[in-house]
């Protein structure tokens, strides 16, 4: 069965610094591998994903992912935080085989500090 | 005007009553979604349909019925409320074809609580 990670529930980092947040998920085929957003009283967004191919993903607002086969990751960066980048951030994997459903871990706070 | 949209915004009804909430779509999607959203716990699908004849239990159904009145619309029904299902309700919606990398859509959130 499939299952996400996120590792802390909340991260706080100075405006500037650079923002790790991290995923590990578990899944017995190849991933299909999910970074979404969410603002206050917003619906999520999709900042990247990452289906085959390259392993580093490029999304919106600067944040890039790595997918790390042997270590069962897909940690989401940004160089320099912004205060905009305050949300609440979820990581979410799908295959091919699960119904196509998607598992979303339990996201993960960041705060930017002025 | 959204994509998705939810009606209502904001909900508050007392144990027992029925209620539902709506979702429409103009996205022309075939895929439509029920999650609820409690602290802590992420995203929790409770109902999935992927098209208007076609609809599937997710996680944590029980309590929850669907109706997917049209390729548009999918409705939430709670048939008799209880507390613990106050929470934020999303519905999403996604293509379909490529097999599970679909990006979801996701609506503003209905915010429901149940004395």
């Known amino acids: 069965a499939q299952s996400v990670t996120q590792l802390g529930s909340h991260v706080s980092v100075s405006e500037g610094a650079l923002v790790l947040l991290r995923c590990n998920y578990s899944s017995s085929v190849p991933p299909y591998l999910f970074w979404y957003v969410q603002y206050p009283n917003q619906g999520l967004q999709l900042l990247l994903k990452?289906?085959?191919?390259?392993?580093l993903v490029k999304g919106i607002n600067g944040f890039e992912a790595e997918f790390k086969k042997s270590e069962t990751s897909f940690h989401l960066t940004k160089p320099s935080a912004h205060m905009s980048d305050a949300a609440e951030y979820f990581c979410?994997?799908?295959?091919?085989?699960?119904?196509?459903?998607?598992?979303f871990g339990a996201g993960t706070r960041l705060f930017v500090k002025a | 005007d959204a994509d998705v949209t939810q009606t209502p915004r904001n909900r508050i009804t007392k144990t027992g009553k029925r209620i539902m909430l709506e979702c429409s779509q103009t996205k022309g999607h075939d895929r439509m979604y029920w999650y609820r959203q409690d602290p802590g716990l992420g995203l929790q699908l409770i109902y999935y349909?992927?098209?208007?004849?076609?609809?599937n239990k997710g996680e944590i159904s029980d309590g929850y019925s669907v109706s997917r009145q049209a390729q548009a619309k999918f409705s939430l029904s709670l048939e008799s409320a209880i507390p613990n299902q106050t929470a934020l309700y999303f519905c999403?919606?996604?293509?379909?074809?490529?097999?599970?990398?679909?990006?979801?859509?996701f609506g503003p959130g209905t915010r429901l609580l149940v004395l």
């Open positions: 979410a994997v799908s295959d091919a085989t699960g119904g196509f459903k998607t598992i």
């Open positions: 990452y289906t085959t191919g390259a392993t």
């Open positions: 349909s992927f098209d208007v004849k076609d609809i």
């Open positions: 999403a919606t996604s293509n379909s074809g490529t097999g599970g990398q679909e990006t979801q859509y």
